[in-house]
């Protein structure tokens, strides 16, 4: 594989141990990914850890192009893709033909367990492709065999003791061609990786530099971050002449936050790019408001004006309208459940609502099982306020988009939100929105009176659910839905996947000619 002239956007990927930020940021990179393809614009997205099975289950099912992912471990090789495609008849015949007898099978149907004397073959695979082969000896793991379009690497493992249990450690992978022969061994303790030309690099810093090396990037190509540890500063280093766009997907100072945070200066995930702002050539925000107050703080902070635009990190491929009538004074929210999201908030705004119109019901859309404690809270508070019958917990939702076009209304009384997707997914399905007066994103989906309502922000719960539960009344006191409806359809126009492909398109092109 080596790098073409023409000019490529390379968006790296979150560390694989890095769960702070999965889930919505890399949303935001496949929607970037998908955004940048309809433009016709070469993207890839690189994995500088080696992506498990899962990373690229969970890639592949938000909406990466396989064709678009590179794996840099496996970019030193000829392999044709990462995606699975090996027949399992195919591996399973060369087991049947060593006599392994067959031992069973999951029920889910996707492990098969083959056995002889001593040794177990586990085969993991999905839609008759092999993912994966593990070699087990006298109940010990040796070593397993990953695959994509063919065998691509392999790894050895060895017992190790930790103190309270036995577990198998890799101390060798080796990586192949599409054919089966070797290109490299990496010797995980060591972490030194040889391959079979005589090359060896002694680390994975020095791994990544031939990586970086072998892109063979030049001044029209463009390196697009979203996280900014460990290898951020080496990256910058070494991926000269090419440009650098970082993206900044949360609050970056502690002093714009209204959650009781009595912190202050930079948020800890923006510590480093924030040292680093005089290679960086642009900033991308999620809105106009926070582009502009990051452009202030920078300069105030390090005395530099840095270039900075705002790029909504949702992406809607198109406006839904209702099959049927929408469900009569229906309040919905959807979200992570967790306590910044104020959930709290929203349910006592319902419950007061409620004691004006009786009519007024509230669906909760989220995993219920991603904070139990906060879950069983909310569930109480509900109970105590005999509010069972019409504020329900719905499970979390696969299909957002088409199922927001159900209700009437959506509610959010999250203290933080730098964009708000669901917020735009429920303007996308012209439902009104209220929610709260603070950074950024309500401030720049929600115009007041237009298209839903703005709550004044307040520390004060029960002042802040009045306010809330006014501006739900209003809407069906004052008979404006159909109004409210269109406008959510209008203000929601910008963030079609056309319109955000284009507006990459212009930024990218804007960046080249500097």
């Known amino acids: 594989m080596e790098a073409g002239s023409k000019m490529t956007v390379y968006t790296f990927q979150l560390p694989s141990d890095d769960n702070s930020l999965k889930g919505g940021v890399e949303i935001a990179q496949a929607d970037r990914e998908k955004s940048l393809t309809a433009q016709h614009i070469d993207n890839k997205a690189v994995f500088i850890d080696l992506p498990t099975i899962d990373d690229l289950k969970f890639s592949l099912k938000i909406g990466f192009h396989v064709q678009n992912i590179i794996s840099m471990y496996q970019y030193f090789t000829d392999l044709e893709s990462l995606l699975w495609k090996v027949p399992l008849e195919n591996v399973e015949a060369k087991f049947k033909a060593e006599d392994f007898i067959f031992a069973s099978q999951q029920s889910n149907d996707q492990k098969h367990t083959y056995y002889k004397g001593g040794e177990t073959i586990y085969i993991e695979f999905e839609n008759d492709k092999v993912q994966k082969v593990m070699f087990l000896y006298n109940g010990y793991l040796v070593k397993a065999d990953f695959y994509g379009s063919a065998k691509a690497y392999t790894e050895y493992y060895t017992p190790k003791f930790d103190g309270q249990n036995l577990y198998a450690a890799v101390y060798k992978r080796v990586f192949y061609n599409q054919d089966g022969s070797e290109v490299y061994t990496h010797f995980t303790d060591e972490d030194m990786y040889v391959f079979s030309n005589g090359l060896v690099k002694y680390s994975k810093n020095e791994l990544l530099a031939y990586f970086i090396e072998k892109l063979n990037l030049t001044k029209k190509d463009v390196l697009v971050f979203d996280w900014y540890k460990e290898y951020?500063?080496?990256?910058?280093?070494?991926?000269?002449?090419?440009?650098?766009?970082?993206?900044?997907?949360?609050?970056?100072?502690?002093?714009?936050?209204?959650?009781?945070?009595?912190?202050?200066?930079?948020?800890?995930?923006?510590?480093?790019?924030?040292?680093?702002?005089?290679?960086?050539?642009?900033?991308?925000?999620?809105?106009?408001?926070?582009?502009?107050?990051?452009?202030?703080?920078?300069?105030?902070?390090?005395?530099?004006?840095?270039?900075?635009?705002?790029?909504?990190?949702?992406?809607?491929?198109?406006?839904?309208?209702?099959?049927?009538?929408?469900?009569?004074?229906?309040?919905?929210?959807?979200?992570?459940?967790?306590?910044?999201?104020?959930?709290?908030?929203?349910?006592?705004?319902?419950?007061?609502?409620?004691?004006?119109?009786?009519?007024?019901?509230?669906?909760?859309?989220?995993?219920?099982?991603?904070?139990?404690?906060?879950?069983?809270?909310?569930q109480y508070m509900i109970k105590m306020y005999h509010a069972e019958d019409y504020v329900k917990f719905k499970g979390f939702a696969y299909d957002v988009r088409k199922l927001l076009t159900n209700y009437e209304v959506f509610i959010t009384g999250s203290v933080w939100e730098t964009f708000g997707i669901s917020t735009l997914e429920a303007l996308g399905s012209g439902l009104a929105v209220v929610g709260l007066d603070v950074p950024y994103g309500n401030q720049e989906l929600i115009t007041d009176g237009q298209n839903g309502y703005l709550v004044p922000a307040s520390k004060n719960i029960y002042r802040l659910t009045d306010f809330m539960a006014k501006k739900i009344t209003t809407i069906y006191e004052q008979d404006n839905l159909v109004k409210l409806s269109e406008k959510s359809y209008n203000s929601a126009i910008p963030y079609l996947r056309t319109n955000i492909g284009k507006k990459w398109d212009d930024i990218i092109e804007r960046i080249l000619e500097r």
Do not use: W
């Open 232 to 378: 951020f500063p080496m990256l910058l280093d070494i991926s000269k002449p090419a440009k650098i766009i970082c993206n900044v997907h949360s609050e970056h100072m502690f002093e714009n936050t209204l959650d009781n945070n009595s912190q202050t200066g930079t948020t800890p995930e923006y510590d480093t790019l924030f040292n680093y702002t005089d290679r960086v050539d642009l900033f991308v925000t999620p809105t106009k408001i926070q582009a502009q107050k990051l452009q202030k703080d920078l300069y105030k902070l390090k005395g530099i004006n840095v270039q900075v635009t705002d790029i909504a990190p949702g992406v809607l491929e198109k406006l839904q309208y209702p099959e049927s009538k929408r469900i009569p004074h229906s309040l919905v929210t959807v979200s992570r459940i967790d306590s910044r999201k104020r959930l709290e908030v929203t349910i006592l705004a319902t419950v007061k609502a409620h004691k004006k119109n009786p009519n007024i019901t509230l669906d909760i859309y989220g995993n219920i099982n991603s904070d139990v404690a906060y879950v069983s809270m909310l």
